[in-house]
């Protein structure tokens, strides 16, 4: 039988892109048949810390019936070894101890590599490039879900690597995972159905793990970022959790779960590193000290479509007892946006979940003032929100850990919709929102709900008045999920030939243009200019030049106003084909222009001679400039009687991101 050597090539290849089976990328050449190895003595170094079991501190004692992957090279270093069947193949010890015996068959080479426990193998070994050279390593797999082990962890769970480079010699292990360990008290510890570890960075800790087959490091983890613990808990034990290498520079959640579903979290902030063959011990944890209360959800809306559009409400500044008020007011913000087209026309599509998280402390920070013990770590300055923000990875990673559409597969981190609520009477709301999908608005629950009143576009002489749920509507529901920019101005010109974010993965700002002859609503302008009306066409729109918060000049918006300009509830007519549009795309729903002029309902009223269809059941009290003399001289009625003017909110905070990190939890 003829027998090949198969050699690696020295190939300048990324890491992202060298992950391909060996078969297809390696040389075969011939060579005279093998002996046949049958045999290794195996122990674990000195400095292991774990296997199946702690024995005597940290040594590390074998069980019968415990079982290695054995794999025979030629140069450890690049990975070459023979090609034929048995160039690998599974060793199993009769007999437990320190030192164990491995019997099996694989041919003979100039040394060896092997896996413990080769269970975990997860596929054929793949190439990865290190300084232009290809090299070899043996995909593993880290469980995401582990059973709870009093004292020690589920069998046969931890991997370790050893190699020999004598043809004749054996093998003595070392873990290639790291070990987190921690001790539980108070009562209600032996209540608890589960404890996760989430890294509060894009680390993954656990799925498909990629091992080096020079000297067993990791170079690449496919998975999550978190682990989970199941099963029953108690305060005589610790526990332990296994997890790849990782260096967590902006600390962890460890999150407890009740067999009720309830939960909380302790956060630990200080930067922290997993180490391979060590333990990060957390110490002893005392669960008495939370409140059962985080990620139970209530589901407010059901949709009625297969593949539904989601979005989770969450509190920020909410303590416990405060959390029914909370409920209050997000169901009074969800009717209030849900009574607004398109989101009311398609409200059918949402399922729309209110997430509880109790802070432990009322309101948020305050920005060189003072510090608020919340859970998603809001705050922004004592005059003006331009600074306003959250610790987003908590957001991402608590909303996809508790949003059940999200948890069973039916929607993604990128497609949710988050609306945080926040317990705080200061004037303040803003939207983060990423290239990839992601965002979340946060609306501070304004003075009880007084009322405020909107300037809009400066020099327009036109105002709007509510509360802070209008701030919501046009934070959440026109920046966050409609992914529309602002439409009122300041005093700059726009002198570039593109908007930027129009070209992002998930594009923000369709609703504003740089180039009036490419404007996506321009074949909809009524002829004769902006007030006739003419059939087939929309009453209101035009070109009018300003927008983007900024540019008085350079850029056009579709309609004189709407909610991306003052708050009111309304969206204009483009804005509304967006905002249907993304909700048919996350459906899996095609959706048109044509579509568009078919259903809105908006559309039909003012063709059959309404002059808006937007007033019925709105909480605002005005809808001045959207009469249809609006686009007139100055010829105005019917203007609210001007108290405190209130600014603009400001432009969503935006970040591209080329590669956007890991967060996504199942």
Not at 183 to 198: E, H, I, M, P, Q
Not at 233 to 261: C, H, Q, R, W
Not at 331 to 350: A, C, E, T
Not at 418 to 441: K, Q, T, V
């Given at each position: 039988?003829?027998?090949?050597l198969?050699?690696?090539?020295?190939?300048a290849?990324?890491?992202?892109?060298?992950?391909?089976?060996?078969d297809?990328?390696?040389?075969?050449?011939d060579v005279?048949p093998?002996?046949?190895?049958?045999?290794?003595?195996?122990?674990?170094?000195?400095?292991?810390?774990?296997r199946?079991?702690?024995?005597?501190g940290?040594?590390?004692?074998?069980?019968?019936?415990d079982?290695?992957?054995?794999?025979s090279?030629?140069?450890?270093n690049?990975?070459?070894?023979?090609?034929?069947?048995?160039?690998?193949s599974?060793?199993t010890?009769?007999?437990?101890?320190?030192?164990?015996?491995?019997?099996?068959?694989?041919?003979?080479g100039?040394?060896y590599?092997a896996f413990?426990?080769a269970?975990?193998?997860?596929?054929?070994?793949v190439?990865?490039?290190?300084g232009?050279?290809?090299?070899?390593s043996?995909?593993?797999?880290?469980p995401?879900?582990?059973?709870?082990?009093?004292?020690?962890?589920?069998?046969?769970?931890?991997?370790?690597?050893?190699?020999?480079?004598?043809p004749?010699?054996?093998?003595?292990?070392?873990?290639?995972?790291?070990?987190?360990?921690?001790?539980?008290?108070?009562?209600?510890?032996?209540?608890?159905s589960k404890?996760?570890?989430?890294?509060?960075?894009?680390?993954?800790?656990?799925?498909?793990?990629?091992?080096?087959?020079?000297?067993?490091?990791?170079?690449?983890?496919?998975g999550?970022?978190?682990?989970e613990?199941e099963g029953s808990?108690?305060?005589?034990?610790?526990?332990?959790?296994?997890?790849?290498?990782?260096?967590?520079?902006?600390?962890?959640?460890?999150?407890?779960v009740?067999?009720?579903?309830?939960?909380?979290?302790?956060?630990?902030?200080?930067?922290a590193?997993?180490?391979?063959?060590?333990?990060?011990?957390?110490?002893?944890?005392?669960?008495?000290?939370?409140?059962?209360?985080?990620?139970?959800?209530?589901?407010?809306?059901?949709?009625?479509?297969?593949?539904?559009?989601?979005?989770?409400v969450?509190?920020?500044?909410?303590?416990?007892?405060?959390?029914?008020?909370?409920?209050?007011?997000?169901?009074?913000?969800?009717?209030?946006?849900f009574?607004?087209?398109?989101?009311?026309?398609?409200?059918?599509?949402?399922?729309?979940?209110?997430l509880?998280?109790?802070?432990?402390?009322?309101?948020?920070?305050?920005?060189?003032?003072?510090q608020?013990?919340?859970y998603?770590?809001?705050?922004?300055?004592?005059?003006?929100?331009?600074?306003?923000?959250?610790?987003?990875?908590?957001?991402?990673?608590?909303?996809?850990?508790?949003t059940?559409?999200?948890?069973?597969?039916?929607?993604?981190?990128?497609?949710t919709?988050?609306?945080?609520?926040?317990?705080?009477?200061?004037?303040?709301?803003?939207?983060?929102?990423?290239s990839?999908?992601?965002?979340?608005a946060m609306?501070?629950?304004?003075?009880?709900?007084?009322?405020?009143t909107?300037?809009?576009?400066?020099?327009?002489?036109i105002t709007?008045?509510?509360?802070w749920?209008?701030?919501?509507?046009?934070?959440?529901?026109?920046?966050?999920f409609?992914?529309?920019?602002?439409?009122?101005?300041?005093n700059?010109?726009?002198?570039?030939?593109?908007?930027?974010?129009?070209?992002w993965?998930?594009?923000?700002?369709?609703?504003?243009?740089?180039?009036?002859?490419?404007?996506?609503?321009?074949?909809?302008?009524?002829?004769?200019?902006?007030?006739?009306?003419e059939?087939?066409?929309?009453r209101?729109?035009?070109?009018?030049?300003?927008?983007?918060?900024?540019?008085?000049?350079?850029?056009?918006?579709s309609e004189?106003?709407?909610?991306?300009?003052d708050?009111?509830?309304?969206?204009?007519?483009?804005?509304?084909?967006?905002?249907a549009?993304?909700?048919?795309?996350?459906?899996?729903e095609t959706?048109?222009?044509d579509?568009?002029?078919?259903a809105?309902?908006?559309?039909?009223?003012?063709?059959?001679?309404?002059?808006?269809?937007?007033a019925?059941?709105?909480?605002t009290?005005s809808y001045?400039?959207l009469k249809?003399?609006?686009?007139?001289a100055?010829t105005r009625?019917?203007?609210?009687?001007?108290?405190?003017?209130?600014?603009?909110l400001?432009?969503p905070?935006?970040?591209?991101?080329?590669?956007?990190?890991?967060v996504?939890?199942k």
């Amino acid at each position: 039988m003829k027998r090949h050597l198969y050699i690696l090539g020295f190939l300048a290849v990324g890491l992202a892109a060298c992950q391909s089976e060996i078969d297809d990328t390696l040389d075969a050449v011939d060579v005279n048949p093998v002996e046949v190895r049958t045999n290794f003595t195996a122990e674990f170094e000195d400095n292991a810390m774990t296997r199946t079991e702690l024995v005597d501190g940290a040594r590390v004692k074998w069980d019968a019936g415990d079982k290695i992957k054995v794999y025979s090279y030629m140069d450890i270093n690049t990975g070459s070894h023979y090609a034929v069947d048995n160039w690998y193949s599974d060793f199993t010890t009769e007999k437990g101890g320190f030192d164990a015996t491995f019997t099996g068959s694989v041919y003979k080479g100039n040394g060896y590599y092997a896996f413990f426990p080769a269970s975990a193998i997860a596929g054929d070994p793949v190439l990865y490039g290190v300084g232009g050279v290809q090299k070899l390593s043996i995909p593993m797999t880290i469980p995401t879900v582990q059973k709870a082990t009093p004292g020690s962890f589920e069998k046969s769970l931890n991997l370790a690597y050893a190699s020999s480079k004598n043809p004749d010699g054996n093998f003595k292990f070392s873990n290639v995972c790291a070990l987190i360990g921690f001790k539980l008290s108070g009562s209600a510890a032996k209540n608890l159905s589960k404890v996760r570890f989430t890294s509060m960075t894009d680390a993954a800790l656990t799925g498909k793990t990629y091992v080096k087959v020079e000297n067993g490091g990791v170079h690449n983890v496919e998975g999550e970022n978190f682990v989970e613990l199941e099963g029953s808990f108690n305060t005589s034990d610790s526990f332990y959790m296994i997890v790849a290498p990782a260096a967590l520079n902006d600390g962890f959640i460890l999150s407890f779960v009740d067999k009720e579903g309830k939960e909380f979290t302790k956060k630990g902030l200080n930067a922290a590193e997993l180490k391979a063959s060590h333990i990060l011990d957390l110490g002893t944890i005392d669960v008495d000290g939370g409140d059962f209360v985080e990620g139970v959800s209530e589901q407010y809306f059901k949709s009625s479509k297969s593949k539904p559009v989601t979005i989770a409400v969450i509190p920020e500044g909410f303590t416990k007892d405060q959390l029914s008020d909370y409920h209050a007011k997000a169901k009074q913000m969800i009717d209030f946006i849900f009574s607004v087209d398109p989101y009311k026309q398609y409200k059918d599509y949402f399922n729309v979940y209110i997430l509880d998280a109790a802070s432990n402390e009322s309101g948020a920070d305050v920005i060189g003032g003072k510090q608020v013990d919340t859970y998603f770590d809001a705050g922004w300055e004592a005059e003006g929100y331009s600074q306003m923000e959250a610790n987003g990875s908590i957001v991402y990673s608590f909303v996809s850990a508790h949003t059940p559409d999200i948890l069973e597969g039916k929607s993604t981190i990128t497609n949710t919709g988050i609306f945080m609520l926040i317990n705080d009477e200061r004037y303040a709301g803003i939207n983060h929102c990423l290239s990839d999908g992601r965002g979340y608005a946060m609306i501070a629950t304004i003075k009880g709900g007084a009322e405020l009143t909107w300037a809009g576009n400066k020099g327009a002489n036109i105002t709007n008045h509510g509360n802070w749920m209008n701030i919501a509507l046009h934070e959440g529901g026109g920046h966050m999920f409609g992914r529309l920019l602002d439409e009122y101005w300041d005093n700059y010109k726009y002198t570039s030939a593109t908007i930027a974010q129009h070209s992002w993965e998930v594009p923000m700002g369709l609703n504003v243009v740089c180039n009036q002859s490419d404007a996506g609503w321009e074949d909809w302008i009524p002829f004769g200019g902006p007030g006739n009306r003419e059939e087939g066409k929309f009453r209101y729109v035009g070109m009018y030049e300003g927008g983007n918060a900024s540019y008085v000049q350079g850029i056009w918006r579709s309609e004189q106003v709407s909610c991306m300009d003052d708050n009111r509830p309304y969206f204009n007519a483009y804005s509304r084909y967006l905002i249907a549009k993304r909700i048919h795309d996350i459906a899996g729903e095609t959706f048109t222009k044509d579509d568009f002029l078919a259903a809105d309902a908006q559309y039909k009223a003012i063709q059959s001679g309404v002059d808006f269809a937007g007033a019925e059941g709105l909480i605002t009290t005005s809808y001045d400039g959207l009469k249809a003399t609006y686009n007139d001289a100055d010829t105005r009625s019917n203007y609210v009687e001007k108290v405190t003017i209130y600014p603009p909110l400001p432009s969503p905070v935006m970040t591209k991101v080329e590669k956007p990190e890991i967060v996504v939890l199942k």
